[in-house]
């Protein structure tokens, strides 16, 4: 069973034992120029109203003050002090969003975030992310995944196939769920056997990775793409494990964006600019589901929160707190990697070159940035600080590249 977890464990895998995969964790913390980050996972980015509290407390006494959505639906804490791991272990634990120490780093499970609430898709498939979270937390083999292995299920609409994940479940809305692993074909399993098919897919990842060994200067590959025809090779091992029956038609396809701002049936969508939100804004999401009943916030994956239940007349006092309502938006579009000051690898402010773009207020290399990013209306747009380009989104997209003496844009697939 998981165990109560601890600021100093870290799992098997961690970079201090010299396997090199350093994405932070709620326990173990990253360094930064800002303090230490703490990123804390949410399978589906779901939230109860006690985990949504504890959040906003955790950033308001520990942190800046400030929620900061990633690009998998999860929750990051920026400006801790040194002792941040042990500090939020406790709170964290007390709600349910720490369920095991040694497996806190590879609960990375994506879901469409409207699933359940609107009337499309194949199946709910968030009763299908609680199952997984309970079968990774209480496999030991699954405590050597990557922090960067990435679950999805995908209720048929495509959402969250475009994230690129190692392991997907599509419903198709036939009893059936495709299992894919990016190959051309894909393996069809019972629904109610979407989450076990996923852990064995990921098990059979970790066997393949193992007789792999080195990969790009690592002990073994972390994701599933960077073995050699890595989404071929686990597709056929499961076939021959007998997990499901090998079906002829491809995936289905990708539709890279989430849910637009405003009212869905069932749901009131919600961006974030630059996914980012004080703590002001965050308990005034939290009463506003409450208000509607629920009390449930869903982060999605496109740095946006999907609030179950709540209707169109709330979106006015959301949109007065700034926060982002409108379809028409240019928000959902953009997003940056932290940049100055919080970075040192930054070559510039980017947040704030980002935010001024968006207005129409920027100036110098940021505006003639942004005229070269306008060329290309309608693709996502990312500004990264150094060539890392941390937080970028999957798919074609404007890349804007800070460098020493400016911005370098360019459209990447």
């Known amino acids: 069973m998981p165990h109560p977890p601890t600021a100093t464990e870290g799992p098997p895998g961690d970079a201090r034992a010299g396997h090199g995969d350093a994405c932070p964790g709620a326990l173990r913390t990253h360094r930064a120029d800002d303090g230490e980050l703490a990123r804390v996972r949410l399978p589906a980015g779901v939230l109860t109203a006690a985990q949504a509290e504890t959040l906003g407390e955790a950033a308001e006494r520990f942190g800046d003050g400030v929620l900061h959505l990633t690009s998998r639906g999860n929750v990051q804490l920026r400006g801790l002090p040194p002792d941040g791991g042990r500090l939020l272990a406790g709170p964290l634990s007390d709600v349910g969003l720490l369920p095991s120490a040694e497996h806190e780093?590879?609960?990375?499970?994506?879901?469409?975030?409207?699933?359940?609430?609107?009337?499309?898709?194949?199946?709910?498939?968030?009763?299908?992310?609680?199952?997984?979270?309970?079968?990774?937390c209480n496999s030991r083999a699954a405590r050597e995944l990557s922090g960067r292995f990435l679950f999805a299920f995908d209720d048929g609409r495509g959402d969250v196939l475009a994230l690129e994940p190692d392991v997907a479940l599509v419903a198709l809305g036939d009893g059936t769920a495709a299992l894919s692993t990016g190959a051309r074909r894909t393996l069809l399993v019972p629904s109610g056997e979407a989450a076990g098919a996923a852990l064995s897919a990921a098990l059979r990842?970790?066997?393949?990775?193992?007789?792999?060994?080195?990969?790009?200067?690592?002990?073994?590959?972390?994701?599933?793409?960077?073995?050699?025809?890595?989404?071929?090779?686990?597709?056929?091992?499961?076939?021959?494990?007998?997990?499901?029956?090998?079906?002829?038609?491809?995936?289905?396809?990708?539709?890279?964006?989430?849910?637009?701002?405003?009212?869905?049936?069932?749901?009131?969508?919600?961006?974030?600019?630059?996914?980012q939100l004080g703590v002001g804004q965050w308990r005034l999401l939290l009463r506003t589901a409450r208000e509607a009943g629920s009390g449930e916030l869903r982060l999605t994956p496109w740095r946006g929160v999907v609030l179950p239940g709540v209707q169109r007349g709330s979106a006015g006092p959301l949109a007065d707190a700034g926060l982002v309502t409108a379809p028409d938006s240019a928000w959902p579009l953009v997003s940056a990697c932290t940049g100055l000051p919080g970075c040192a690898k930054a070559h510039r402010d980017v947040r704030g070159d980002a935010a001024a773009a968006v207005e129409g207020t920027a100036q110098g290399a940021a505006a003639r940035a942004a005229e070269r990013a306008a060329d290309h209306a309608g693709l996502p747009v990312h500004w990264s600080g150094c060539s890392r380009r941390c937080g970028r989104p999957r798919g074609r997209r404007v890349d804007v590249l800070a460098e020493p003496d400016g911005y370098r844009v360019a459209v990447r697939e």
């Open 205 to 275: 990842f970790l066997e393949l990775a193992a007789a792999q060994g080195p990969v790009a200067g690592r002990e073994r590959a972390w994701r599933v793409a960077e073995l050699p025809d890595g989404p071929e090779r686990l597709l056929e091992g499961l076939r021959e494990q007998g997990l499901g029956r090998v079906s002829p038609a491809a995936p289905p396809q990708p539709v890279p964006g989430g849910p637009a701002p405003g009212a869905h049936p069932g749901a009131l969508a919600v961006a974030l600019p630059l996914g």
């Open 105 to 136: 780093r590879v609960r990375n499970i994506a879901a469409s975030p409207l699933s359940g609430l609107d009337g499309r898709g194949g199946a709910d498939v968030l009763p299908w992310t609680a199952e997984l979270d309970a079968l990774l």
